[in-house]
């Protein structure tokens, strides 16, 4: 964690921390995007300031979508409102077991202030892979704060198909094939970007879906790598924001988005780039007094 805080401070906007210093404000880094970010079924939205509509899946595009008001579709696919890449029932070749299998998750990566940063679509495994602060596995975690979370309509829903607790519901998600949590495992990433060590993204959704469910689909975010890397399943409850722009397609997906800070302990860029000068200057001073009582 201390090698991934210092990677993340030393590698700080020197062109944000010039301009702070001037009296200007410094300006949020935007996630550094190639031709290999974006790996996996996915599918690219770009905009014109009103409508969201699929573009070519290209490195240009894939930035256009994360600065502006598209954005990238994790695992989505146009044939179905599922997430590929979330597996099915078969029989396992190297552990010769039944198991789920074909799992692959699509994952959007890219460098923020000289560190590593991945959002990932999800998979079986990420769902019930195994225990999650607690609980048996992610799905029950899920579930069990969706369910007593009055704004997320979750338990009204399934109460209203039969399932008497959280435990019941759970059961019925799994009795058909999964499919609650494929649907919710195809995150849509608006923007991502680095604001004085706070890592700020958004995750676009529906202002108002007909089901009557308010929440945002669940991303996995990965920040930083090998044994410094953090990794954590992000979502939220209740009332989206209003975006402003929706998908031109179905006139009501898009409408609503929401957003995420993940706080990273390291001074504003500005702050960083004062305590260098300091730093420097006070390095150059004791070279000359060195120097001098030699």
Known sequence: MSRLIKKFAISASVAA?????TGLPALAASLGVDSDSVTGQHLTYCSDGTTTFLCDNNAANWEAALSEDGNIELAGQGSS????????????????????????????????????????SLTYDDW??????????????????????????VQNAFVSNGAADVNAALLGVAATDYSFFR???DP??????????????ALAGHY????????????????GEGDDAITKFLYDFGQAEE????????????TGIYRFTEKVDVPEPS???????????????????SNKDA
């Open 271 to 289: 702050t960083l780039l004062g305590l260098m000068a300091v730093g420097g200057a006070l390095a150059i001073g004791k070279g000359k007094k």
């Open 81 to 120: 409102a599922d997430a590929s890449g979330f597996g099915e029932f078969g029989f396992d070749l190297t552990t010769l077991t039944p198991g789920y299998i074909n799992q692959s998750a699509t994952k959007l990566s890219g460098t923020l202030g000289g560190t590593a940063i991945a959002f990932s």
């Open 208 to 223: 108002d879906h007909e089901s009557g469910f308010k929440f945002s689909e669940v991303v996995k975010l990965t920040i």
């Open 183 to 185: 649907r919710i495992s």
């Open 243 to 254: 975006s402003g722009v929706y998908e031109e397609s179905d006139g009501v997906s898009h």
């Open 128 to 153: 019930y892979g195994g225990p999650v602060d607690g609980y048996s596995n992610f799905a029950e975690k899920w579930m069990t704060e969706a369910w007593n979370d009055t704004s997320t309509g």
């Open 17 to 21: 921390g010039m301009t702070a210093l």
């Open 188 to 201: 849509n990433v608006a923007y991502v970007n680095n604001d004085g060590g706070a890592l700020n993204f």
